[in-house]
């Protein structure tokens, strides 16, 4: 940095010292027109594609799979990279016309039982059966010794505290559990020694346990509480209460801690309030300390879940709390094992804490500020930071609206006092406001440091305009030589937080479901009692109120032209897909009943409704099929 811009910065900077701290909330309150235009103001014309411009040309296949949360859509999204093309959808939280997710049979199941009785029952009242909406946030594929092992997903739903296993051999979900005790699920990250294992999940609101109406405006006596889910069960396995408000987590790469950042250690419900202090802190867990308690029945069982008290009052030694300056946001594990990184977000610091001195942090030897091994200055907004595999970090600068290349170790040397290191390498405009960045495979221990995405909330004038809501702008960084180049812009509908980037080769998704998948077991097993051949038989079976209808799809024919049920039956209607053919879906879209669902090569999807209208309804199928996809239809027949 030249001493010109160095001065520039530190004035800004001046702006957010803790003596300013109205002129900091003013600031942060005004981000997108104010502070976010102190940087690249004005259309930016820089960042030509140069000749390191991604070349994944038609006909092209990517070399990665990035896992994109979709935010408020609730969504995931699988991006290709470098090529920045959408590949598809995972329907998760929301409900989803295409998929018939939150609609067909198999999805409700799936979205129903892991919900807490409380929810189910307002639900009820509410006359539906779960949420149709979620905010997915942190997206992140299961562990085995430290890289991913192409399993599951994981990803977690803020707005309604649920946390959803994706399967990635059909990129569907197959398992969704909601948090007891929470409000916010926000932070999520995974177990990586040995394996995945423990899905980390923080609670960001806090709420008063029970939240029965007996605490209501007392808002000292609510709790925060760090959630584990076994991912295989997917089940909560504890729960510890913390001071604070968690935001994000992240994970050592042995298997015996987790950290999570905490902003509000005023506990307050006002903004002022919840900035009132120069420190909060990043909460340290002791996992081995917290299995021990667990099984020696030490803990407290709330709903079923045994849940430790990790508060500083406590004095147990579950946790630690290491002071870092006010409301960080960001957590992030280096790939090499050694440290993780809190970030800044009001400070404009990066601190970097030795996940090894926690050995000696929990045995009483040294002191939480002694576990810091660096304070880096980094810019305005630090948010969060990713790595690429050669000791580089890299971190988003929301205000400033860029991203800092900093030295790991240079910033370690230069915090114990070494004057002659200049841990920061290169700082790169970014369009604008970044939130999450994330290099490829940054989260494991093969981080290979070749591309980096920055996830910008603002667009403001890269795109044509579309309306007072723009899309947000996901730009592809090359970050493979010395210099951070920026090669592409690709927009995004609100708001994907974050992405994760993994190899293709270690992704395998099945192009063809086998007969005997457990998405659709329970129709199976229906079949069977109703003596149906799902592949060859087309029948309707009457059962009481209840209708059956089975029928099968093939291009571009259903198994039944028609089917007639009595005004008032409960019909099921299971279509299994008994073309063998990759990329041939069928759809099953019914007229005039809300009712559409897709169903895959050799699956089966089934839905359920009541006849409640008399008359004649087309049913037809909605996936282009065949020369003759328009003719694919058949008709239900109500009869008063
Ligand atoms: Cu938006 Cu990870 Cu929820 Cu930061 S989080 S940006
Ligand atoms: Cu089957 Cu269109």
């Known amino acids: 940095m030249s001493s010109e811009n160095e001065k520039k910065a530190m004035s800004r900077r001046d702006l957010f010292g803790t003596t300013a701290k109205l002129a900091t909330l003013a600031g942060a309150a005004t981000l997108g027109g104010g502070v976010g235009t102190l940087v690249g103001a004005g259309r930016s014309e820089a960042a030509t594609p140069s000749h390191k411009a991604p070349e994944v040309a038609p006909g092209q296949l990517d070399d990665y799979y990035g896992f994109w949360s979709g935010g408020q859509t609730g969504e995931l999204r699988i991006i290709g990279i470098p090529s920045m093309r959408e590949l598809t959808r995972i329907p998760v939280f929301n409900r989803c016309g295409a998929t018939g997710w939150g609609r067909t049979n198999e999805s409700l199941k799936i979205l ?142 042995h298997g015996k801690y987790a950290a999570a950042t905490c902003y509000n250690s005023p506990e307050g419900v006002t903004l002022e309030q919840m900035t009132d202090k120069e420190r909060d802190w990043a909460v340290v867990f002791n996992l081995k300390a917290i299995e021990a308690a667990v099984k020696a029945g030490k803990a407290t069982m709330i709903d079923g879940v045994p849940v430790l ?23 992030n594990a280096t790939p090499d094992g050694k440290y993780f990184v809190a970030n800044g977000k009001l400070s404009p610091t990066v601190t970097i804490v030795e996940w090894a001195k926690l050995d000696d942090l929990f045995a009483g030897k040294i002191k939480e500020d002694d576990c810091i091994v660096g304070q880096l200055e980094v810019g305005l907004g630090p948010l969060h930071t990713t790595f690429d595999g050669r000791g580089n970090a890299y971190t988003t600068l929301f205000l400033d609206s860029q991203i800092c290349k900093w030295n790991i ?60 809501m723009k899309p947000n702008n996901d730009q592809l960084i090359d970050i493979s030589g010395d210099e951070m180049v920026l090669v592409k812009d690709e927009s995004a509908f609100q708001e994907p937080h974050d992405a994760t980037i993994v190899p293709r080769k270690l992704i395998n998704p099945i192009d063809i479901y086998k007969r005997d998948d457990p998405m659709f077991a329970d129709a199976v097993a229906q079949a069977k009692k109703d003596k149906v051949d799902l592949l060859n038989d087309n029948k309707v079976i009457r059962d009481g109120r209840k209708v059956r209808v089975y029928m099968t799809s093939q291009a571009p024919k259903f198994g039944l032209s028609d089917f007639k049920v009595k005004h008032g039956d409960e019909v099921t209607v299971y279509v299994t897909n008994i073309d063998d053919v990759v990329n041939l879906t069928h759809g099953f879209n019914l007229t005039g009943h809300g009712i559409s669902m897709e169903i895959s090569p050799q699956a089966t999807a089934s839905v359920t409704f009541r006849a409640d209208r008399i008359g004649v309804y087309y049913y037809y199928c909605h996936q282009f099929c065949h020369a003759l996809h328009m003719e694919m239809q058949g008709r239900m027949l109500v009869e008063a």
């Open 309 to 331: 008290d990790g508060r500083k009052k406590a004095k147990h030694n579950y946790t630690r709390y290491i002071p870092v300056p006010t409301s960080p946001h960001g957590c």
């Open 112 to 253: 129903t039982e892991g919900l807490l009785p409380e929810s189910r029952e307002y639900l009820k009242k509410q006359g539906m059966l779960t949420f149709d909406n979620g905010d997915t946030h942190h997206a992140r594929p299961s562990y085995t010794n430290g890289t991913y092992d192409g399993r599951y997903l994981f990803v977690n739903d803020k707005t309604n505290a649920r946390v959803a296993r994706v399967r990635l051999d059909i990129m569907r979900v197959d398992k969704v559990v909601q948090i007891p005790h929470a409000l916010g699920v926000h932070g999520l990250r995974l177990q990586r020694y040995p394996r995945t294992g423990y899905v980390f999940c923080n609670s960001e609101f806090r709420v008063p346990i029970p939240n029965d109406g007996k605490i209501l405006d007392n808002y000292h006596d609510y709790r925060c509480v760090f959630t584990a889910v076994d991912g295989d069960t997917m089940k909560v396995a504890w729960q510890v209460m913390v001071d604070g408000n968690l935001d994000n987590t992240d994970c050592d790469y």
């Open 409 to 468: 170790e240079d910033a370690i040397r230069a915090y114990k006092g070494d004057k002659s290191v200049k841990p920061i390498r290169q700082k790169l405009d970014v369009q604008y406001q970044p939130g999450h960045n994330n290099a490829t495979m940054a989260e494991t221990k093969d981080a290979d440091g070749k591309w980096l995405v920055s996830l910008n909330k603002f667009s403001k004038d890269r795109f044509i305009n579309v309306g007072p």
